[in-house]
């Protein structure tokens, strides 16, 4: 019998900074060398602003404000064999530079524009970008 497999739920969070978002290139096994902004795994029983601001704090050491928990992609990795429903919550930068807490993961965090992202893209960030979406049309 098959071995019933189920979606991880994965939290991403946009972090605003002016004109610009937060984002890493990831060094991981998952996405390694991808572009990627902070976030992490849902924990049970955690609401989807407390992982925000949990990864987003262990990641990158930032102070930030939530503004909208966005939209969803569905993910399936086929090169890693993982699938991830992904949730994106819309937050503004408050106050600190961002720190590359977890250098393991990250190779660096940086501030760009959204119509001039990096490459490639981590799976879920291509296909926010892809259903036409902008964190600064709300």
Same mark, same amino acid.
């Given at each position: 019998m098959k071995e019933r497999r189920l979606p991880k739920v994965g939290v991403g969070v946009i972090i605003r900074k002016g004109n610009k978002v937060l984002f890493?290139?990831?060094l991981n096994a998952h996405g390694h060398e991808s572009w990627s902004i902070p976030g992490g795994h849902l924990e049970y029983g955690e609401r989807i602003e407390d992982c925000a601001e949990r990864e987003t704090k262990e990641e990158t050491g930032l102070k930030i404000k939530i503004v909208k928990i966005g939209p969803i992609t569905n993910d /399936?990795?086929?090169k890693e064999d993982k699938h +991830?429903?992904?949730i994106f919550v /819309? +937050?503004?930068w408050i106050s600190g530079e961002p720190q590359l807490n977890e250098p393991d993961r990250m190779h660096r965090w940086q501030w760009v524009s959204w119509e001039s992202l990096p490459s490639p893209l981590f799976l879920p960030i291509q296909h926010l970008v892809d259903s036409g979406f902008s964190p600064f049309d709300l």
């Amino acid at each position: 019998m098959k071995e019933r497999r189920l979606p991880k739920v994965g939290v991403g969070v946009i972090i605003r900074k002016g004109n610009k978002v937060l984002f890493g290139q990831r060094l991981n096994a998952h996405g390694h060398e991808s572009w990627s902004i902070p976030g992490g795994h849902l924990e049970y029983g955690e609401r989807i602003e407390d992982c925000a601001e949990r990864e987003t704090k262990e990641e990158t050491g930032l102070k930030i404000k939530i503004v909208k928990i966005g939209p969803i992609t569905n993910d /399936i990795f086929k090169k890693e064999d993982k699938h +991830y429903v992904t949730i994106f919550v /819309i +937050y503004d930068w408050i106050s600190g530079e961002p720190q590359l807490n977890e250098p393991d993961r990250m190779h660096r965090w940086q501030w760009v524009s959204w119509e001039s992202l990096p490459s490639p893209l981590f799976l879920p960030i291509q296909h926010l970008v892809d259903s036409g979406f902008s964190p600064f049309d709300l």
